[in-house]
């Protein structure tokens, strides 16, 4: 059983340009959430998709979006991209429903932006 | 912001349990205590989380005091492979709290030989 599979696992993009993030949920999990971690912190919350929708968001501007797809996979798009967005970008899956209550993240991918 | 305290770091010797503190003076009648763990270059991983009782599995034991304020994370016989940065978290849950989990910075705990 695969665990979240992310891709690329690692990219440099310049300043000013656009990228697009990828994860394939767990087996059977129905719901995925971003995060960005920046160099020596913890995870940040971006946003959470559910139902092909975006359920919560984090503090996070409007050039950071998402879309999730009807197998549950999900992108994550950044526009317009700043230095600080350097950071590693994970994805977590989840499954909706009592008892279920826990998120199983993948390993990231890795952006610089110079 | 992050709802917890912890201490920066922590070191522990290979073998011996690892007691990780977790102060949550704040918490709600119904959020959970959770532990994560991220193992440098990989994602966070799921270790334990309970609302009240005491909680063990086969990472772990959950200890969270009476009042709720405060809780201990045991390794009972840490290992080198459990050096990681460990997160200690209050949410609730419910739909479409799951995902979302505010992160502090975490406990660095080193096993050394």
């Known amino acids: 059983d695969a665990g979240v599979t992310q891709s690329p696992t690692h990219l440099i993009k310049t300043r000013g340009q656009q990228v697009t993030l990828r994860c394939s949920p767990k087996s059977g999990h129905d719901t995925v959430s971003w995060y960005q971690q920046a160099l020596g912190q913890g995870p940040q919350f971006i946003f959470q998709y559910y139902e092909e929708e975006e359920r919560q968001r984090g503090n996070f501007p409007d050039r950071f979006s998402g879309h999730q797809y009807p197998n549950y996979s999900s992108e994550l798009n950044v526009n317009a991209l700043l230095l600080g967005d350097s950071a590693l970008y994970l994805c977590?899956?989840?499954?909706?429903?009592?008892?279920?209550?826990?998120?199983?993240f993948g390993s990231g991918t890795q952006l610089s932006v110079l | 912001d992050a709802k917890t305290t912890q201490p920066p770091s922590m070191d522990c010797a290979e073998g011996r349990a690892a007691n990780l503190p977790c102060n949550h003076s704040?918490?709600?009648?119904?959020?959970?205590v959770y532990w994560y763990r991220q193992i440098h270059s990989q994602g966070p991983q799921y270790i334990i989380h309970g609302l009240k009782n005491n909680e063990t599995n086969e990472m772990a034991s959950l200890i969270i005091t009476e009042d709720r304020k405060s809780s201990t994370l045991i390794l009972p016989h840490a290992t080198l492979r459990d050096t990681a940065v460990y997160y200690c978290i209050v949410t609730v849950h419910g739909s479409g709290n799951t995902g979302k989990l505010i992160f502090g910075q975490g406990t660095t705990l080193q096993v050394k030989p």
């Open positions: 977590a899956s989840s499954l909706v429903g009592r008892g279920k209550e826990k998120l199983f």
């Open positions: 704040t918490i709600s009648g119904n959020e959970y």
